[in-house]
DNA sequence: CGGCTCACTTGATCTACGTCAAGGATGGAT
DNA sequence: ATCCATCCTTGACGTAGATCAAGTGAGCCG
């Protein structure tokens, strides 16, 4: 699916396809109409940076669908993601007026935007969104603490089975998924995003993918589809017996 | 400063030392006398752990003195440090359960605790503390990925010295700190715990700061207390040109 | 005072991952 | 069809930091 960019009509907020997420998922139907009024979508394609670190933010929103990620550079160029932003995710800091990173979009991508201003009044009259977007915010909190974890103790090796498996759970939606059945999906990431991420080179990402291919942990059509025949498996190689948090 | 573990009395929220960053820092009065009904003091000794990684949380609260630290463990024992709490810290998770990592005090402290059932009530019918704990939350997630960067990409020479100017900027109440002028503090951490801030062995870190002592970033009395002529020198060598974040 | 522990330092070696370099596969433009 | 640009793989080699192993020094308790 691409879009091209710029503002476009697409249903409102009352049948909004990811409101099982999304700020609005318990809203009552006059607060919907209020979201409606201040809502507009916006689509980007893959490669465009949405929104630039420093920049003063005026939106809030959703991912409809694509990705996108949130990503910091230092100086001298080495740059660590620091989120990863799949459909529903929730990009935006009411309260706030910079961004703190990079908002970049890896595929072509459509936002759900609520104007920030409007958006805060909002939030001060009606609580269960001010609750809704705490909830939100503990969850990223805990998924960026999970990957603190990874960058910080994990093995190559186990980095890249935490990543596949995080990935392999949010992609959900697809296929018959019978628990303890095969996951298959599309990795929605180069290599060198990949490596962006997990703190490594894309040298070092593409070898240990190699690697799990030939251990028979995962198996690859192509460099992007990818199957888990256990993910059992995959968990324990990411040194994951929790069920692995969700970097959200 | 030593307390025996238990309960003691403090003074009351009105005139809480730690209002200028905590949960009721923007409070009426009325609001502080409902906080006071739920709200007790507790202290715990240099070593003891506050929470349970899965353990049920049924309180709330914000460090009033002394230092503790969050930490994940995976099961074959390696650690990761993802958060730091200095006094007006606040710890709990109001609308969660369970606690997703431990929570070590690294010295004696002293914590401002409320009770959580009732405070999620409060939370419910005083936005301001609602959006007062978001604003906590952000900057929390801020310093998380903040910490993301540090973990992913530094060289142990430059993590060193961020833990460094972080130590540096939050220990801000100490000494004549004119603008520029040298700033001096006590590390609050062992070179153990220093390491699995960093994702480093104890080793490392005890020779990196070795380096910057030699190369006169640093000077060192003891162990633990720290001289730093120049901190423009010190976040060039922790690659921050930025005023770099301050992990919560 | 000696002996103990705990926190730290320093050295010698090892290794996981980075770096540099040379291809291969795919897909889109001409 | 051929050119080119991306994205990816694989090999050879170098190095930052881990690991293993001795110490040192400060407090503490008999």
New binding site residues.
């Given amino acids: 699916m691409t879009i091209a960019t710029g503002q476009t009509h697409l249903p409102s907020c009352t049948d909004c396809p990811i409101r099982h997420r999304a700020v609005c998922a318990r809203c009552e139907p006059d607060e919907l109409q209020t979201l409606d009024a201040i809502k507009y979508y916006r689509s980007f394609e893959a490669?465009q940076t949405i929104i630039w670190s420093g920049d003063k933010m005026d939106f809030v929103g959703s991912v409809v669908s694509g990705i996108a990620t949130l990503t910091q550079t230092m100086e001298d160029g080495r740059t660590q993601m620091v989120g990863l932003l799949l459909p529903s995710d929730f990009v935006g800091r009411p309260g706030r007026d910079g961004a703190p990173y990079d908002v970049v979009a890896t595929t072509d991508i459509m936002m759900c935007c609520f104007r920030k201003k409007p958006f805060e009044q909002l939030m001060m009259t009606t609580p269960h969104i001010a609750h809704r977007l705490l909830e939100m915010t503990l969850d990223e909190l805990d998924a960026a603490r999970e990957w603190m974890l990874v960058l910080g103790r994990?093995?190559?090796?186990?980095?890249i089975a935490s990543l596949l498996s995080i990935v392999a759970r949010r992609d959900a939606s697809l296929d018959a998924r019978r628990p303890g059945g095969p996951m298959i999906f599309d990795?929605p990431?180069?290599?060198?995003?990949?490596?962006d991420y997990l703190?490594?080179?894309?040298?070092?990402?593409?070898?240990?993918?190699?690697a799990l291919?030939r251990d028979g942990v995962i198996r690859?059509e192509?460099?992007?589809h990818v199957t888990v025949p256990d993910m059992g498996r995959l968990m324990e190689e990411a040194g994951d017996d929790s069920d692995g948090g969700c970097l959200a």
Same sequence: chains 1, 2.
Avoid: I, N, P
């Fill in positions: 490669g994990k093995t190559a090796r186990e980095k990795l990431l180069t290599r060198e995003a990949m490596a703190g490594l080179t894309l040298e070092t990402v593409s070898r240990q993918m190699s291919k690859l192509g460099k992007r």
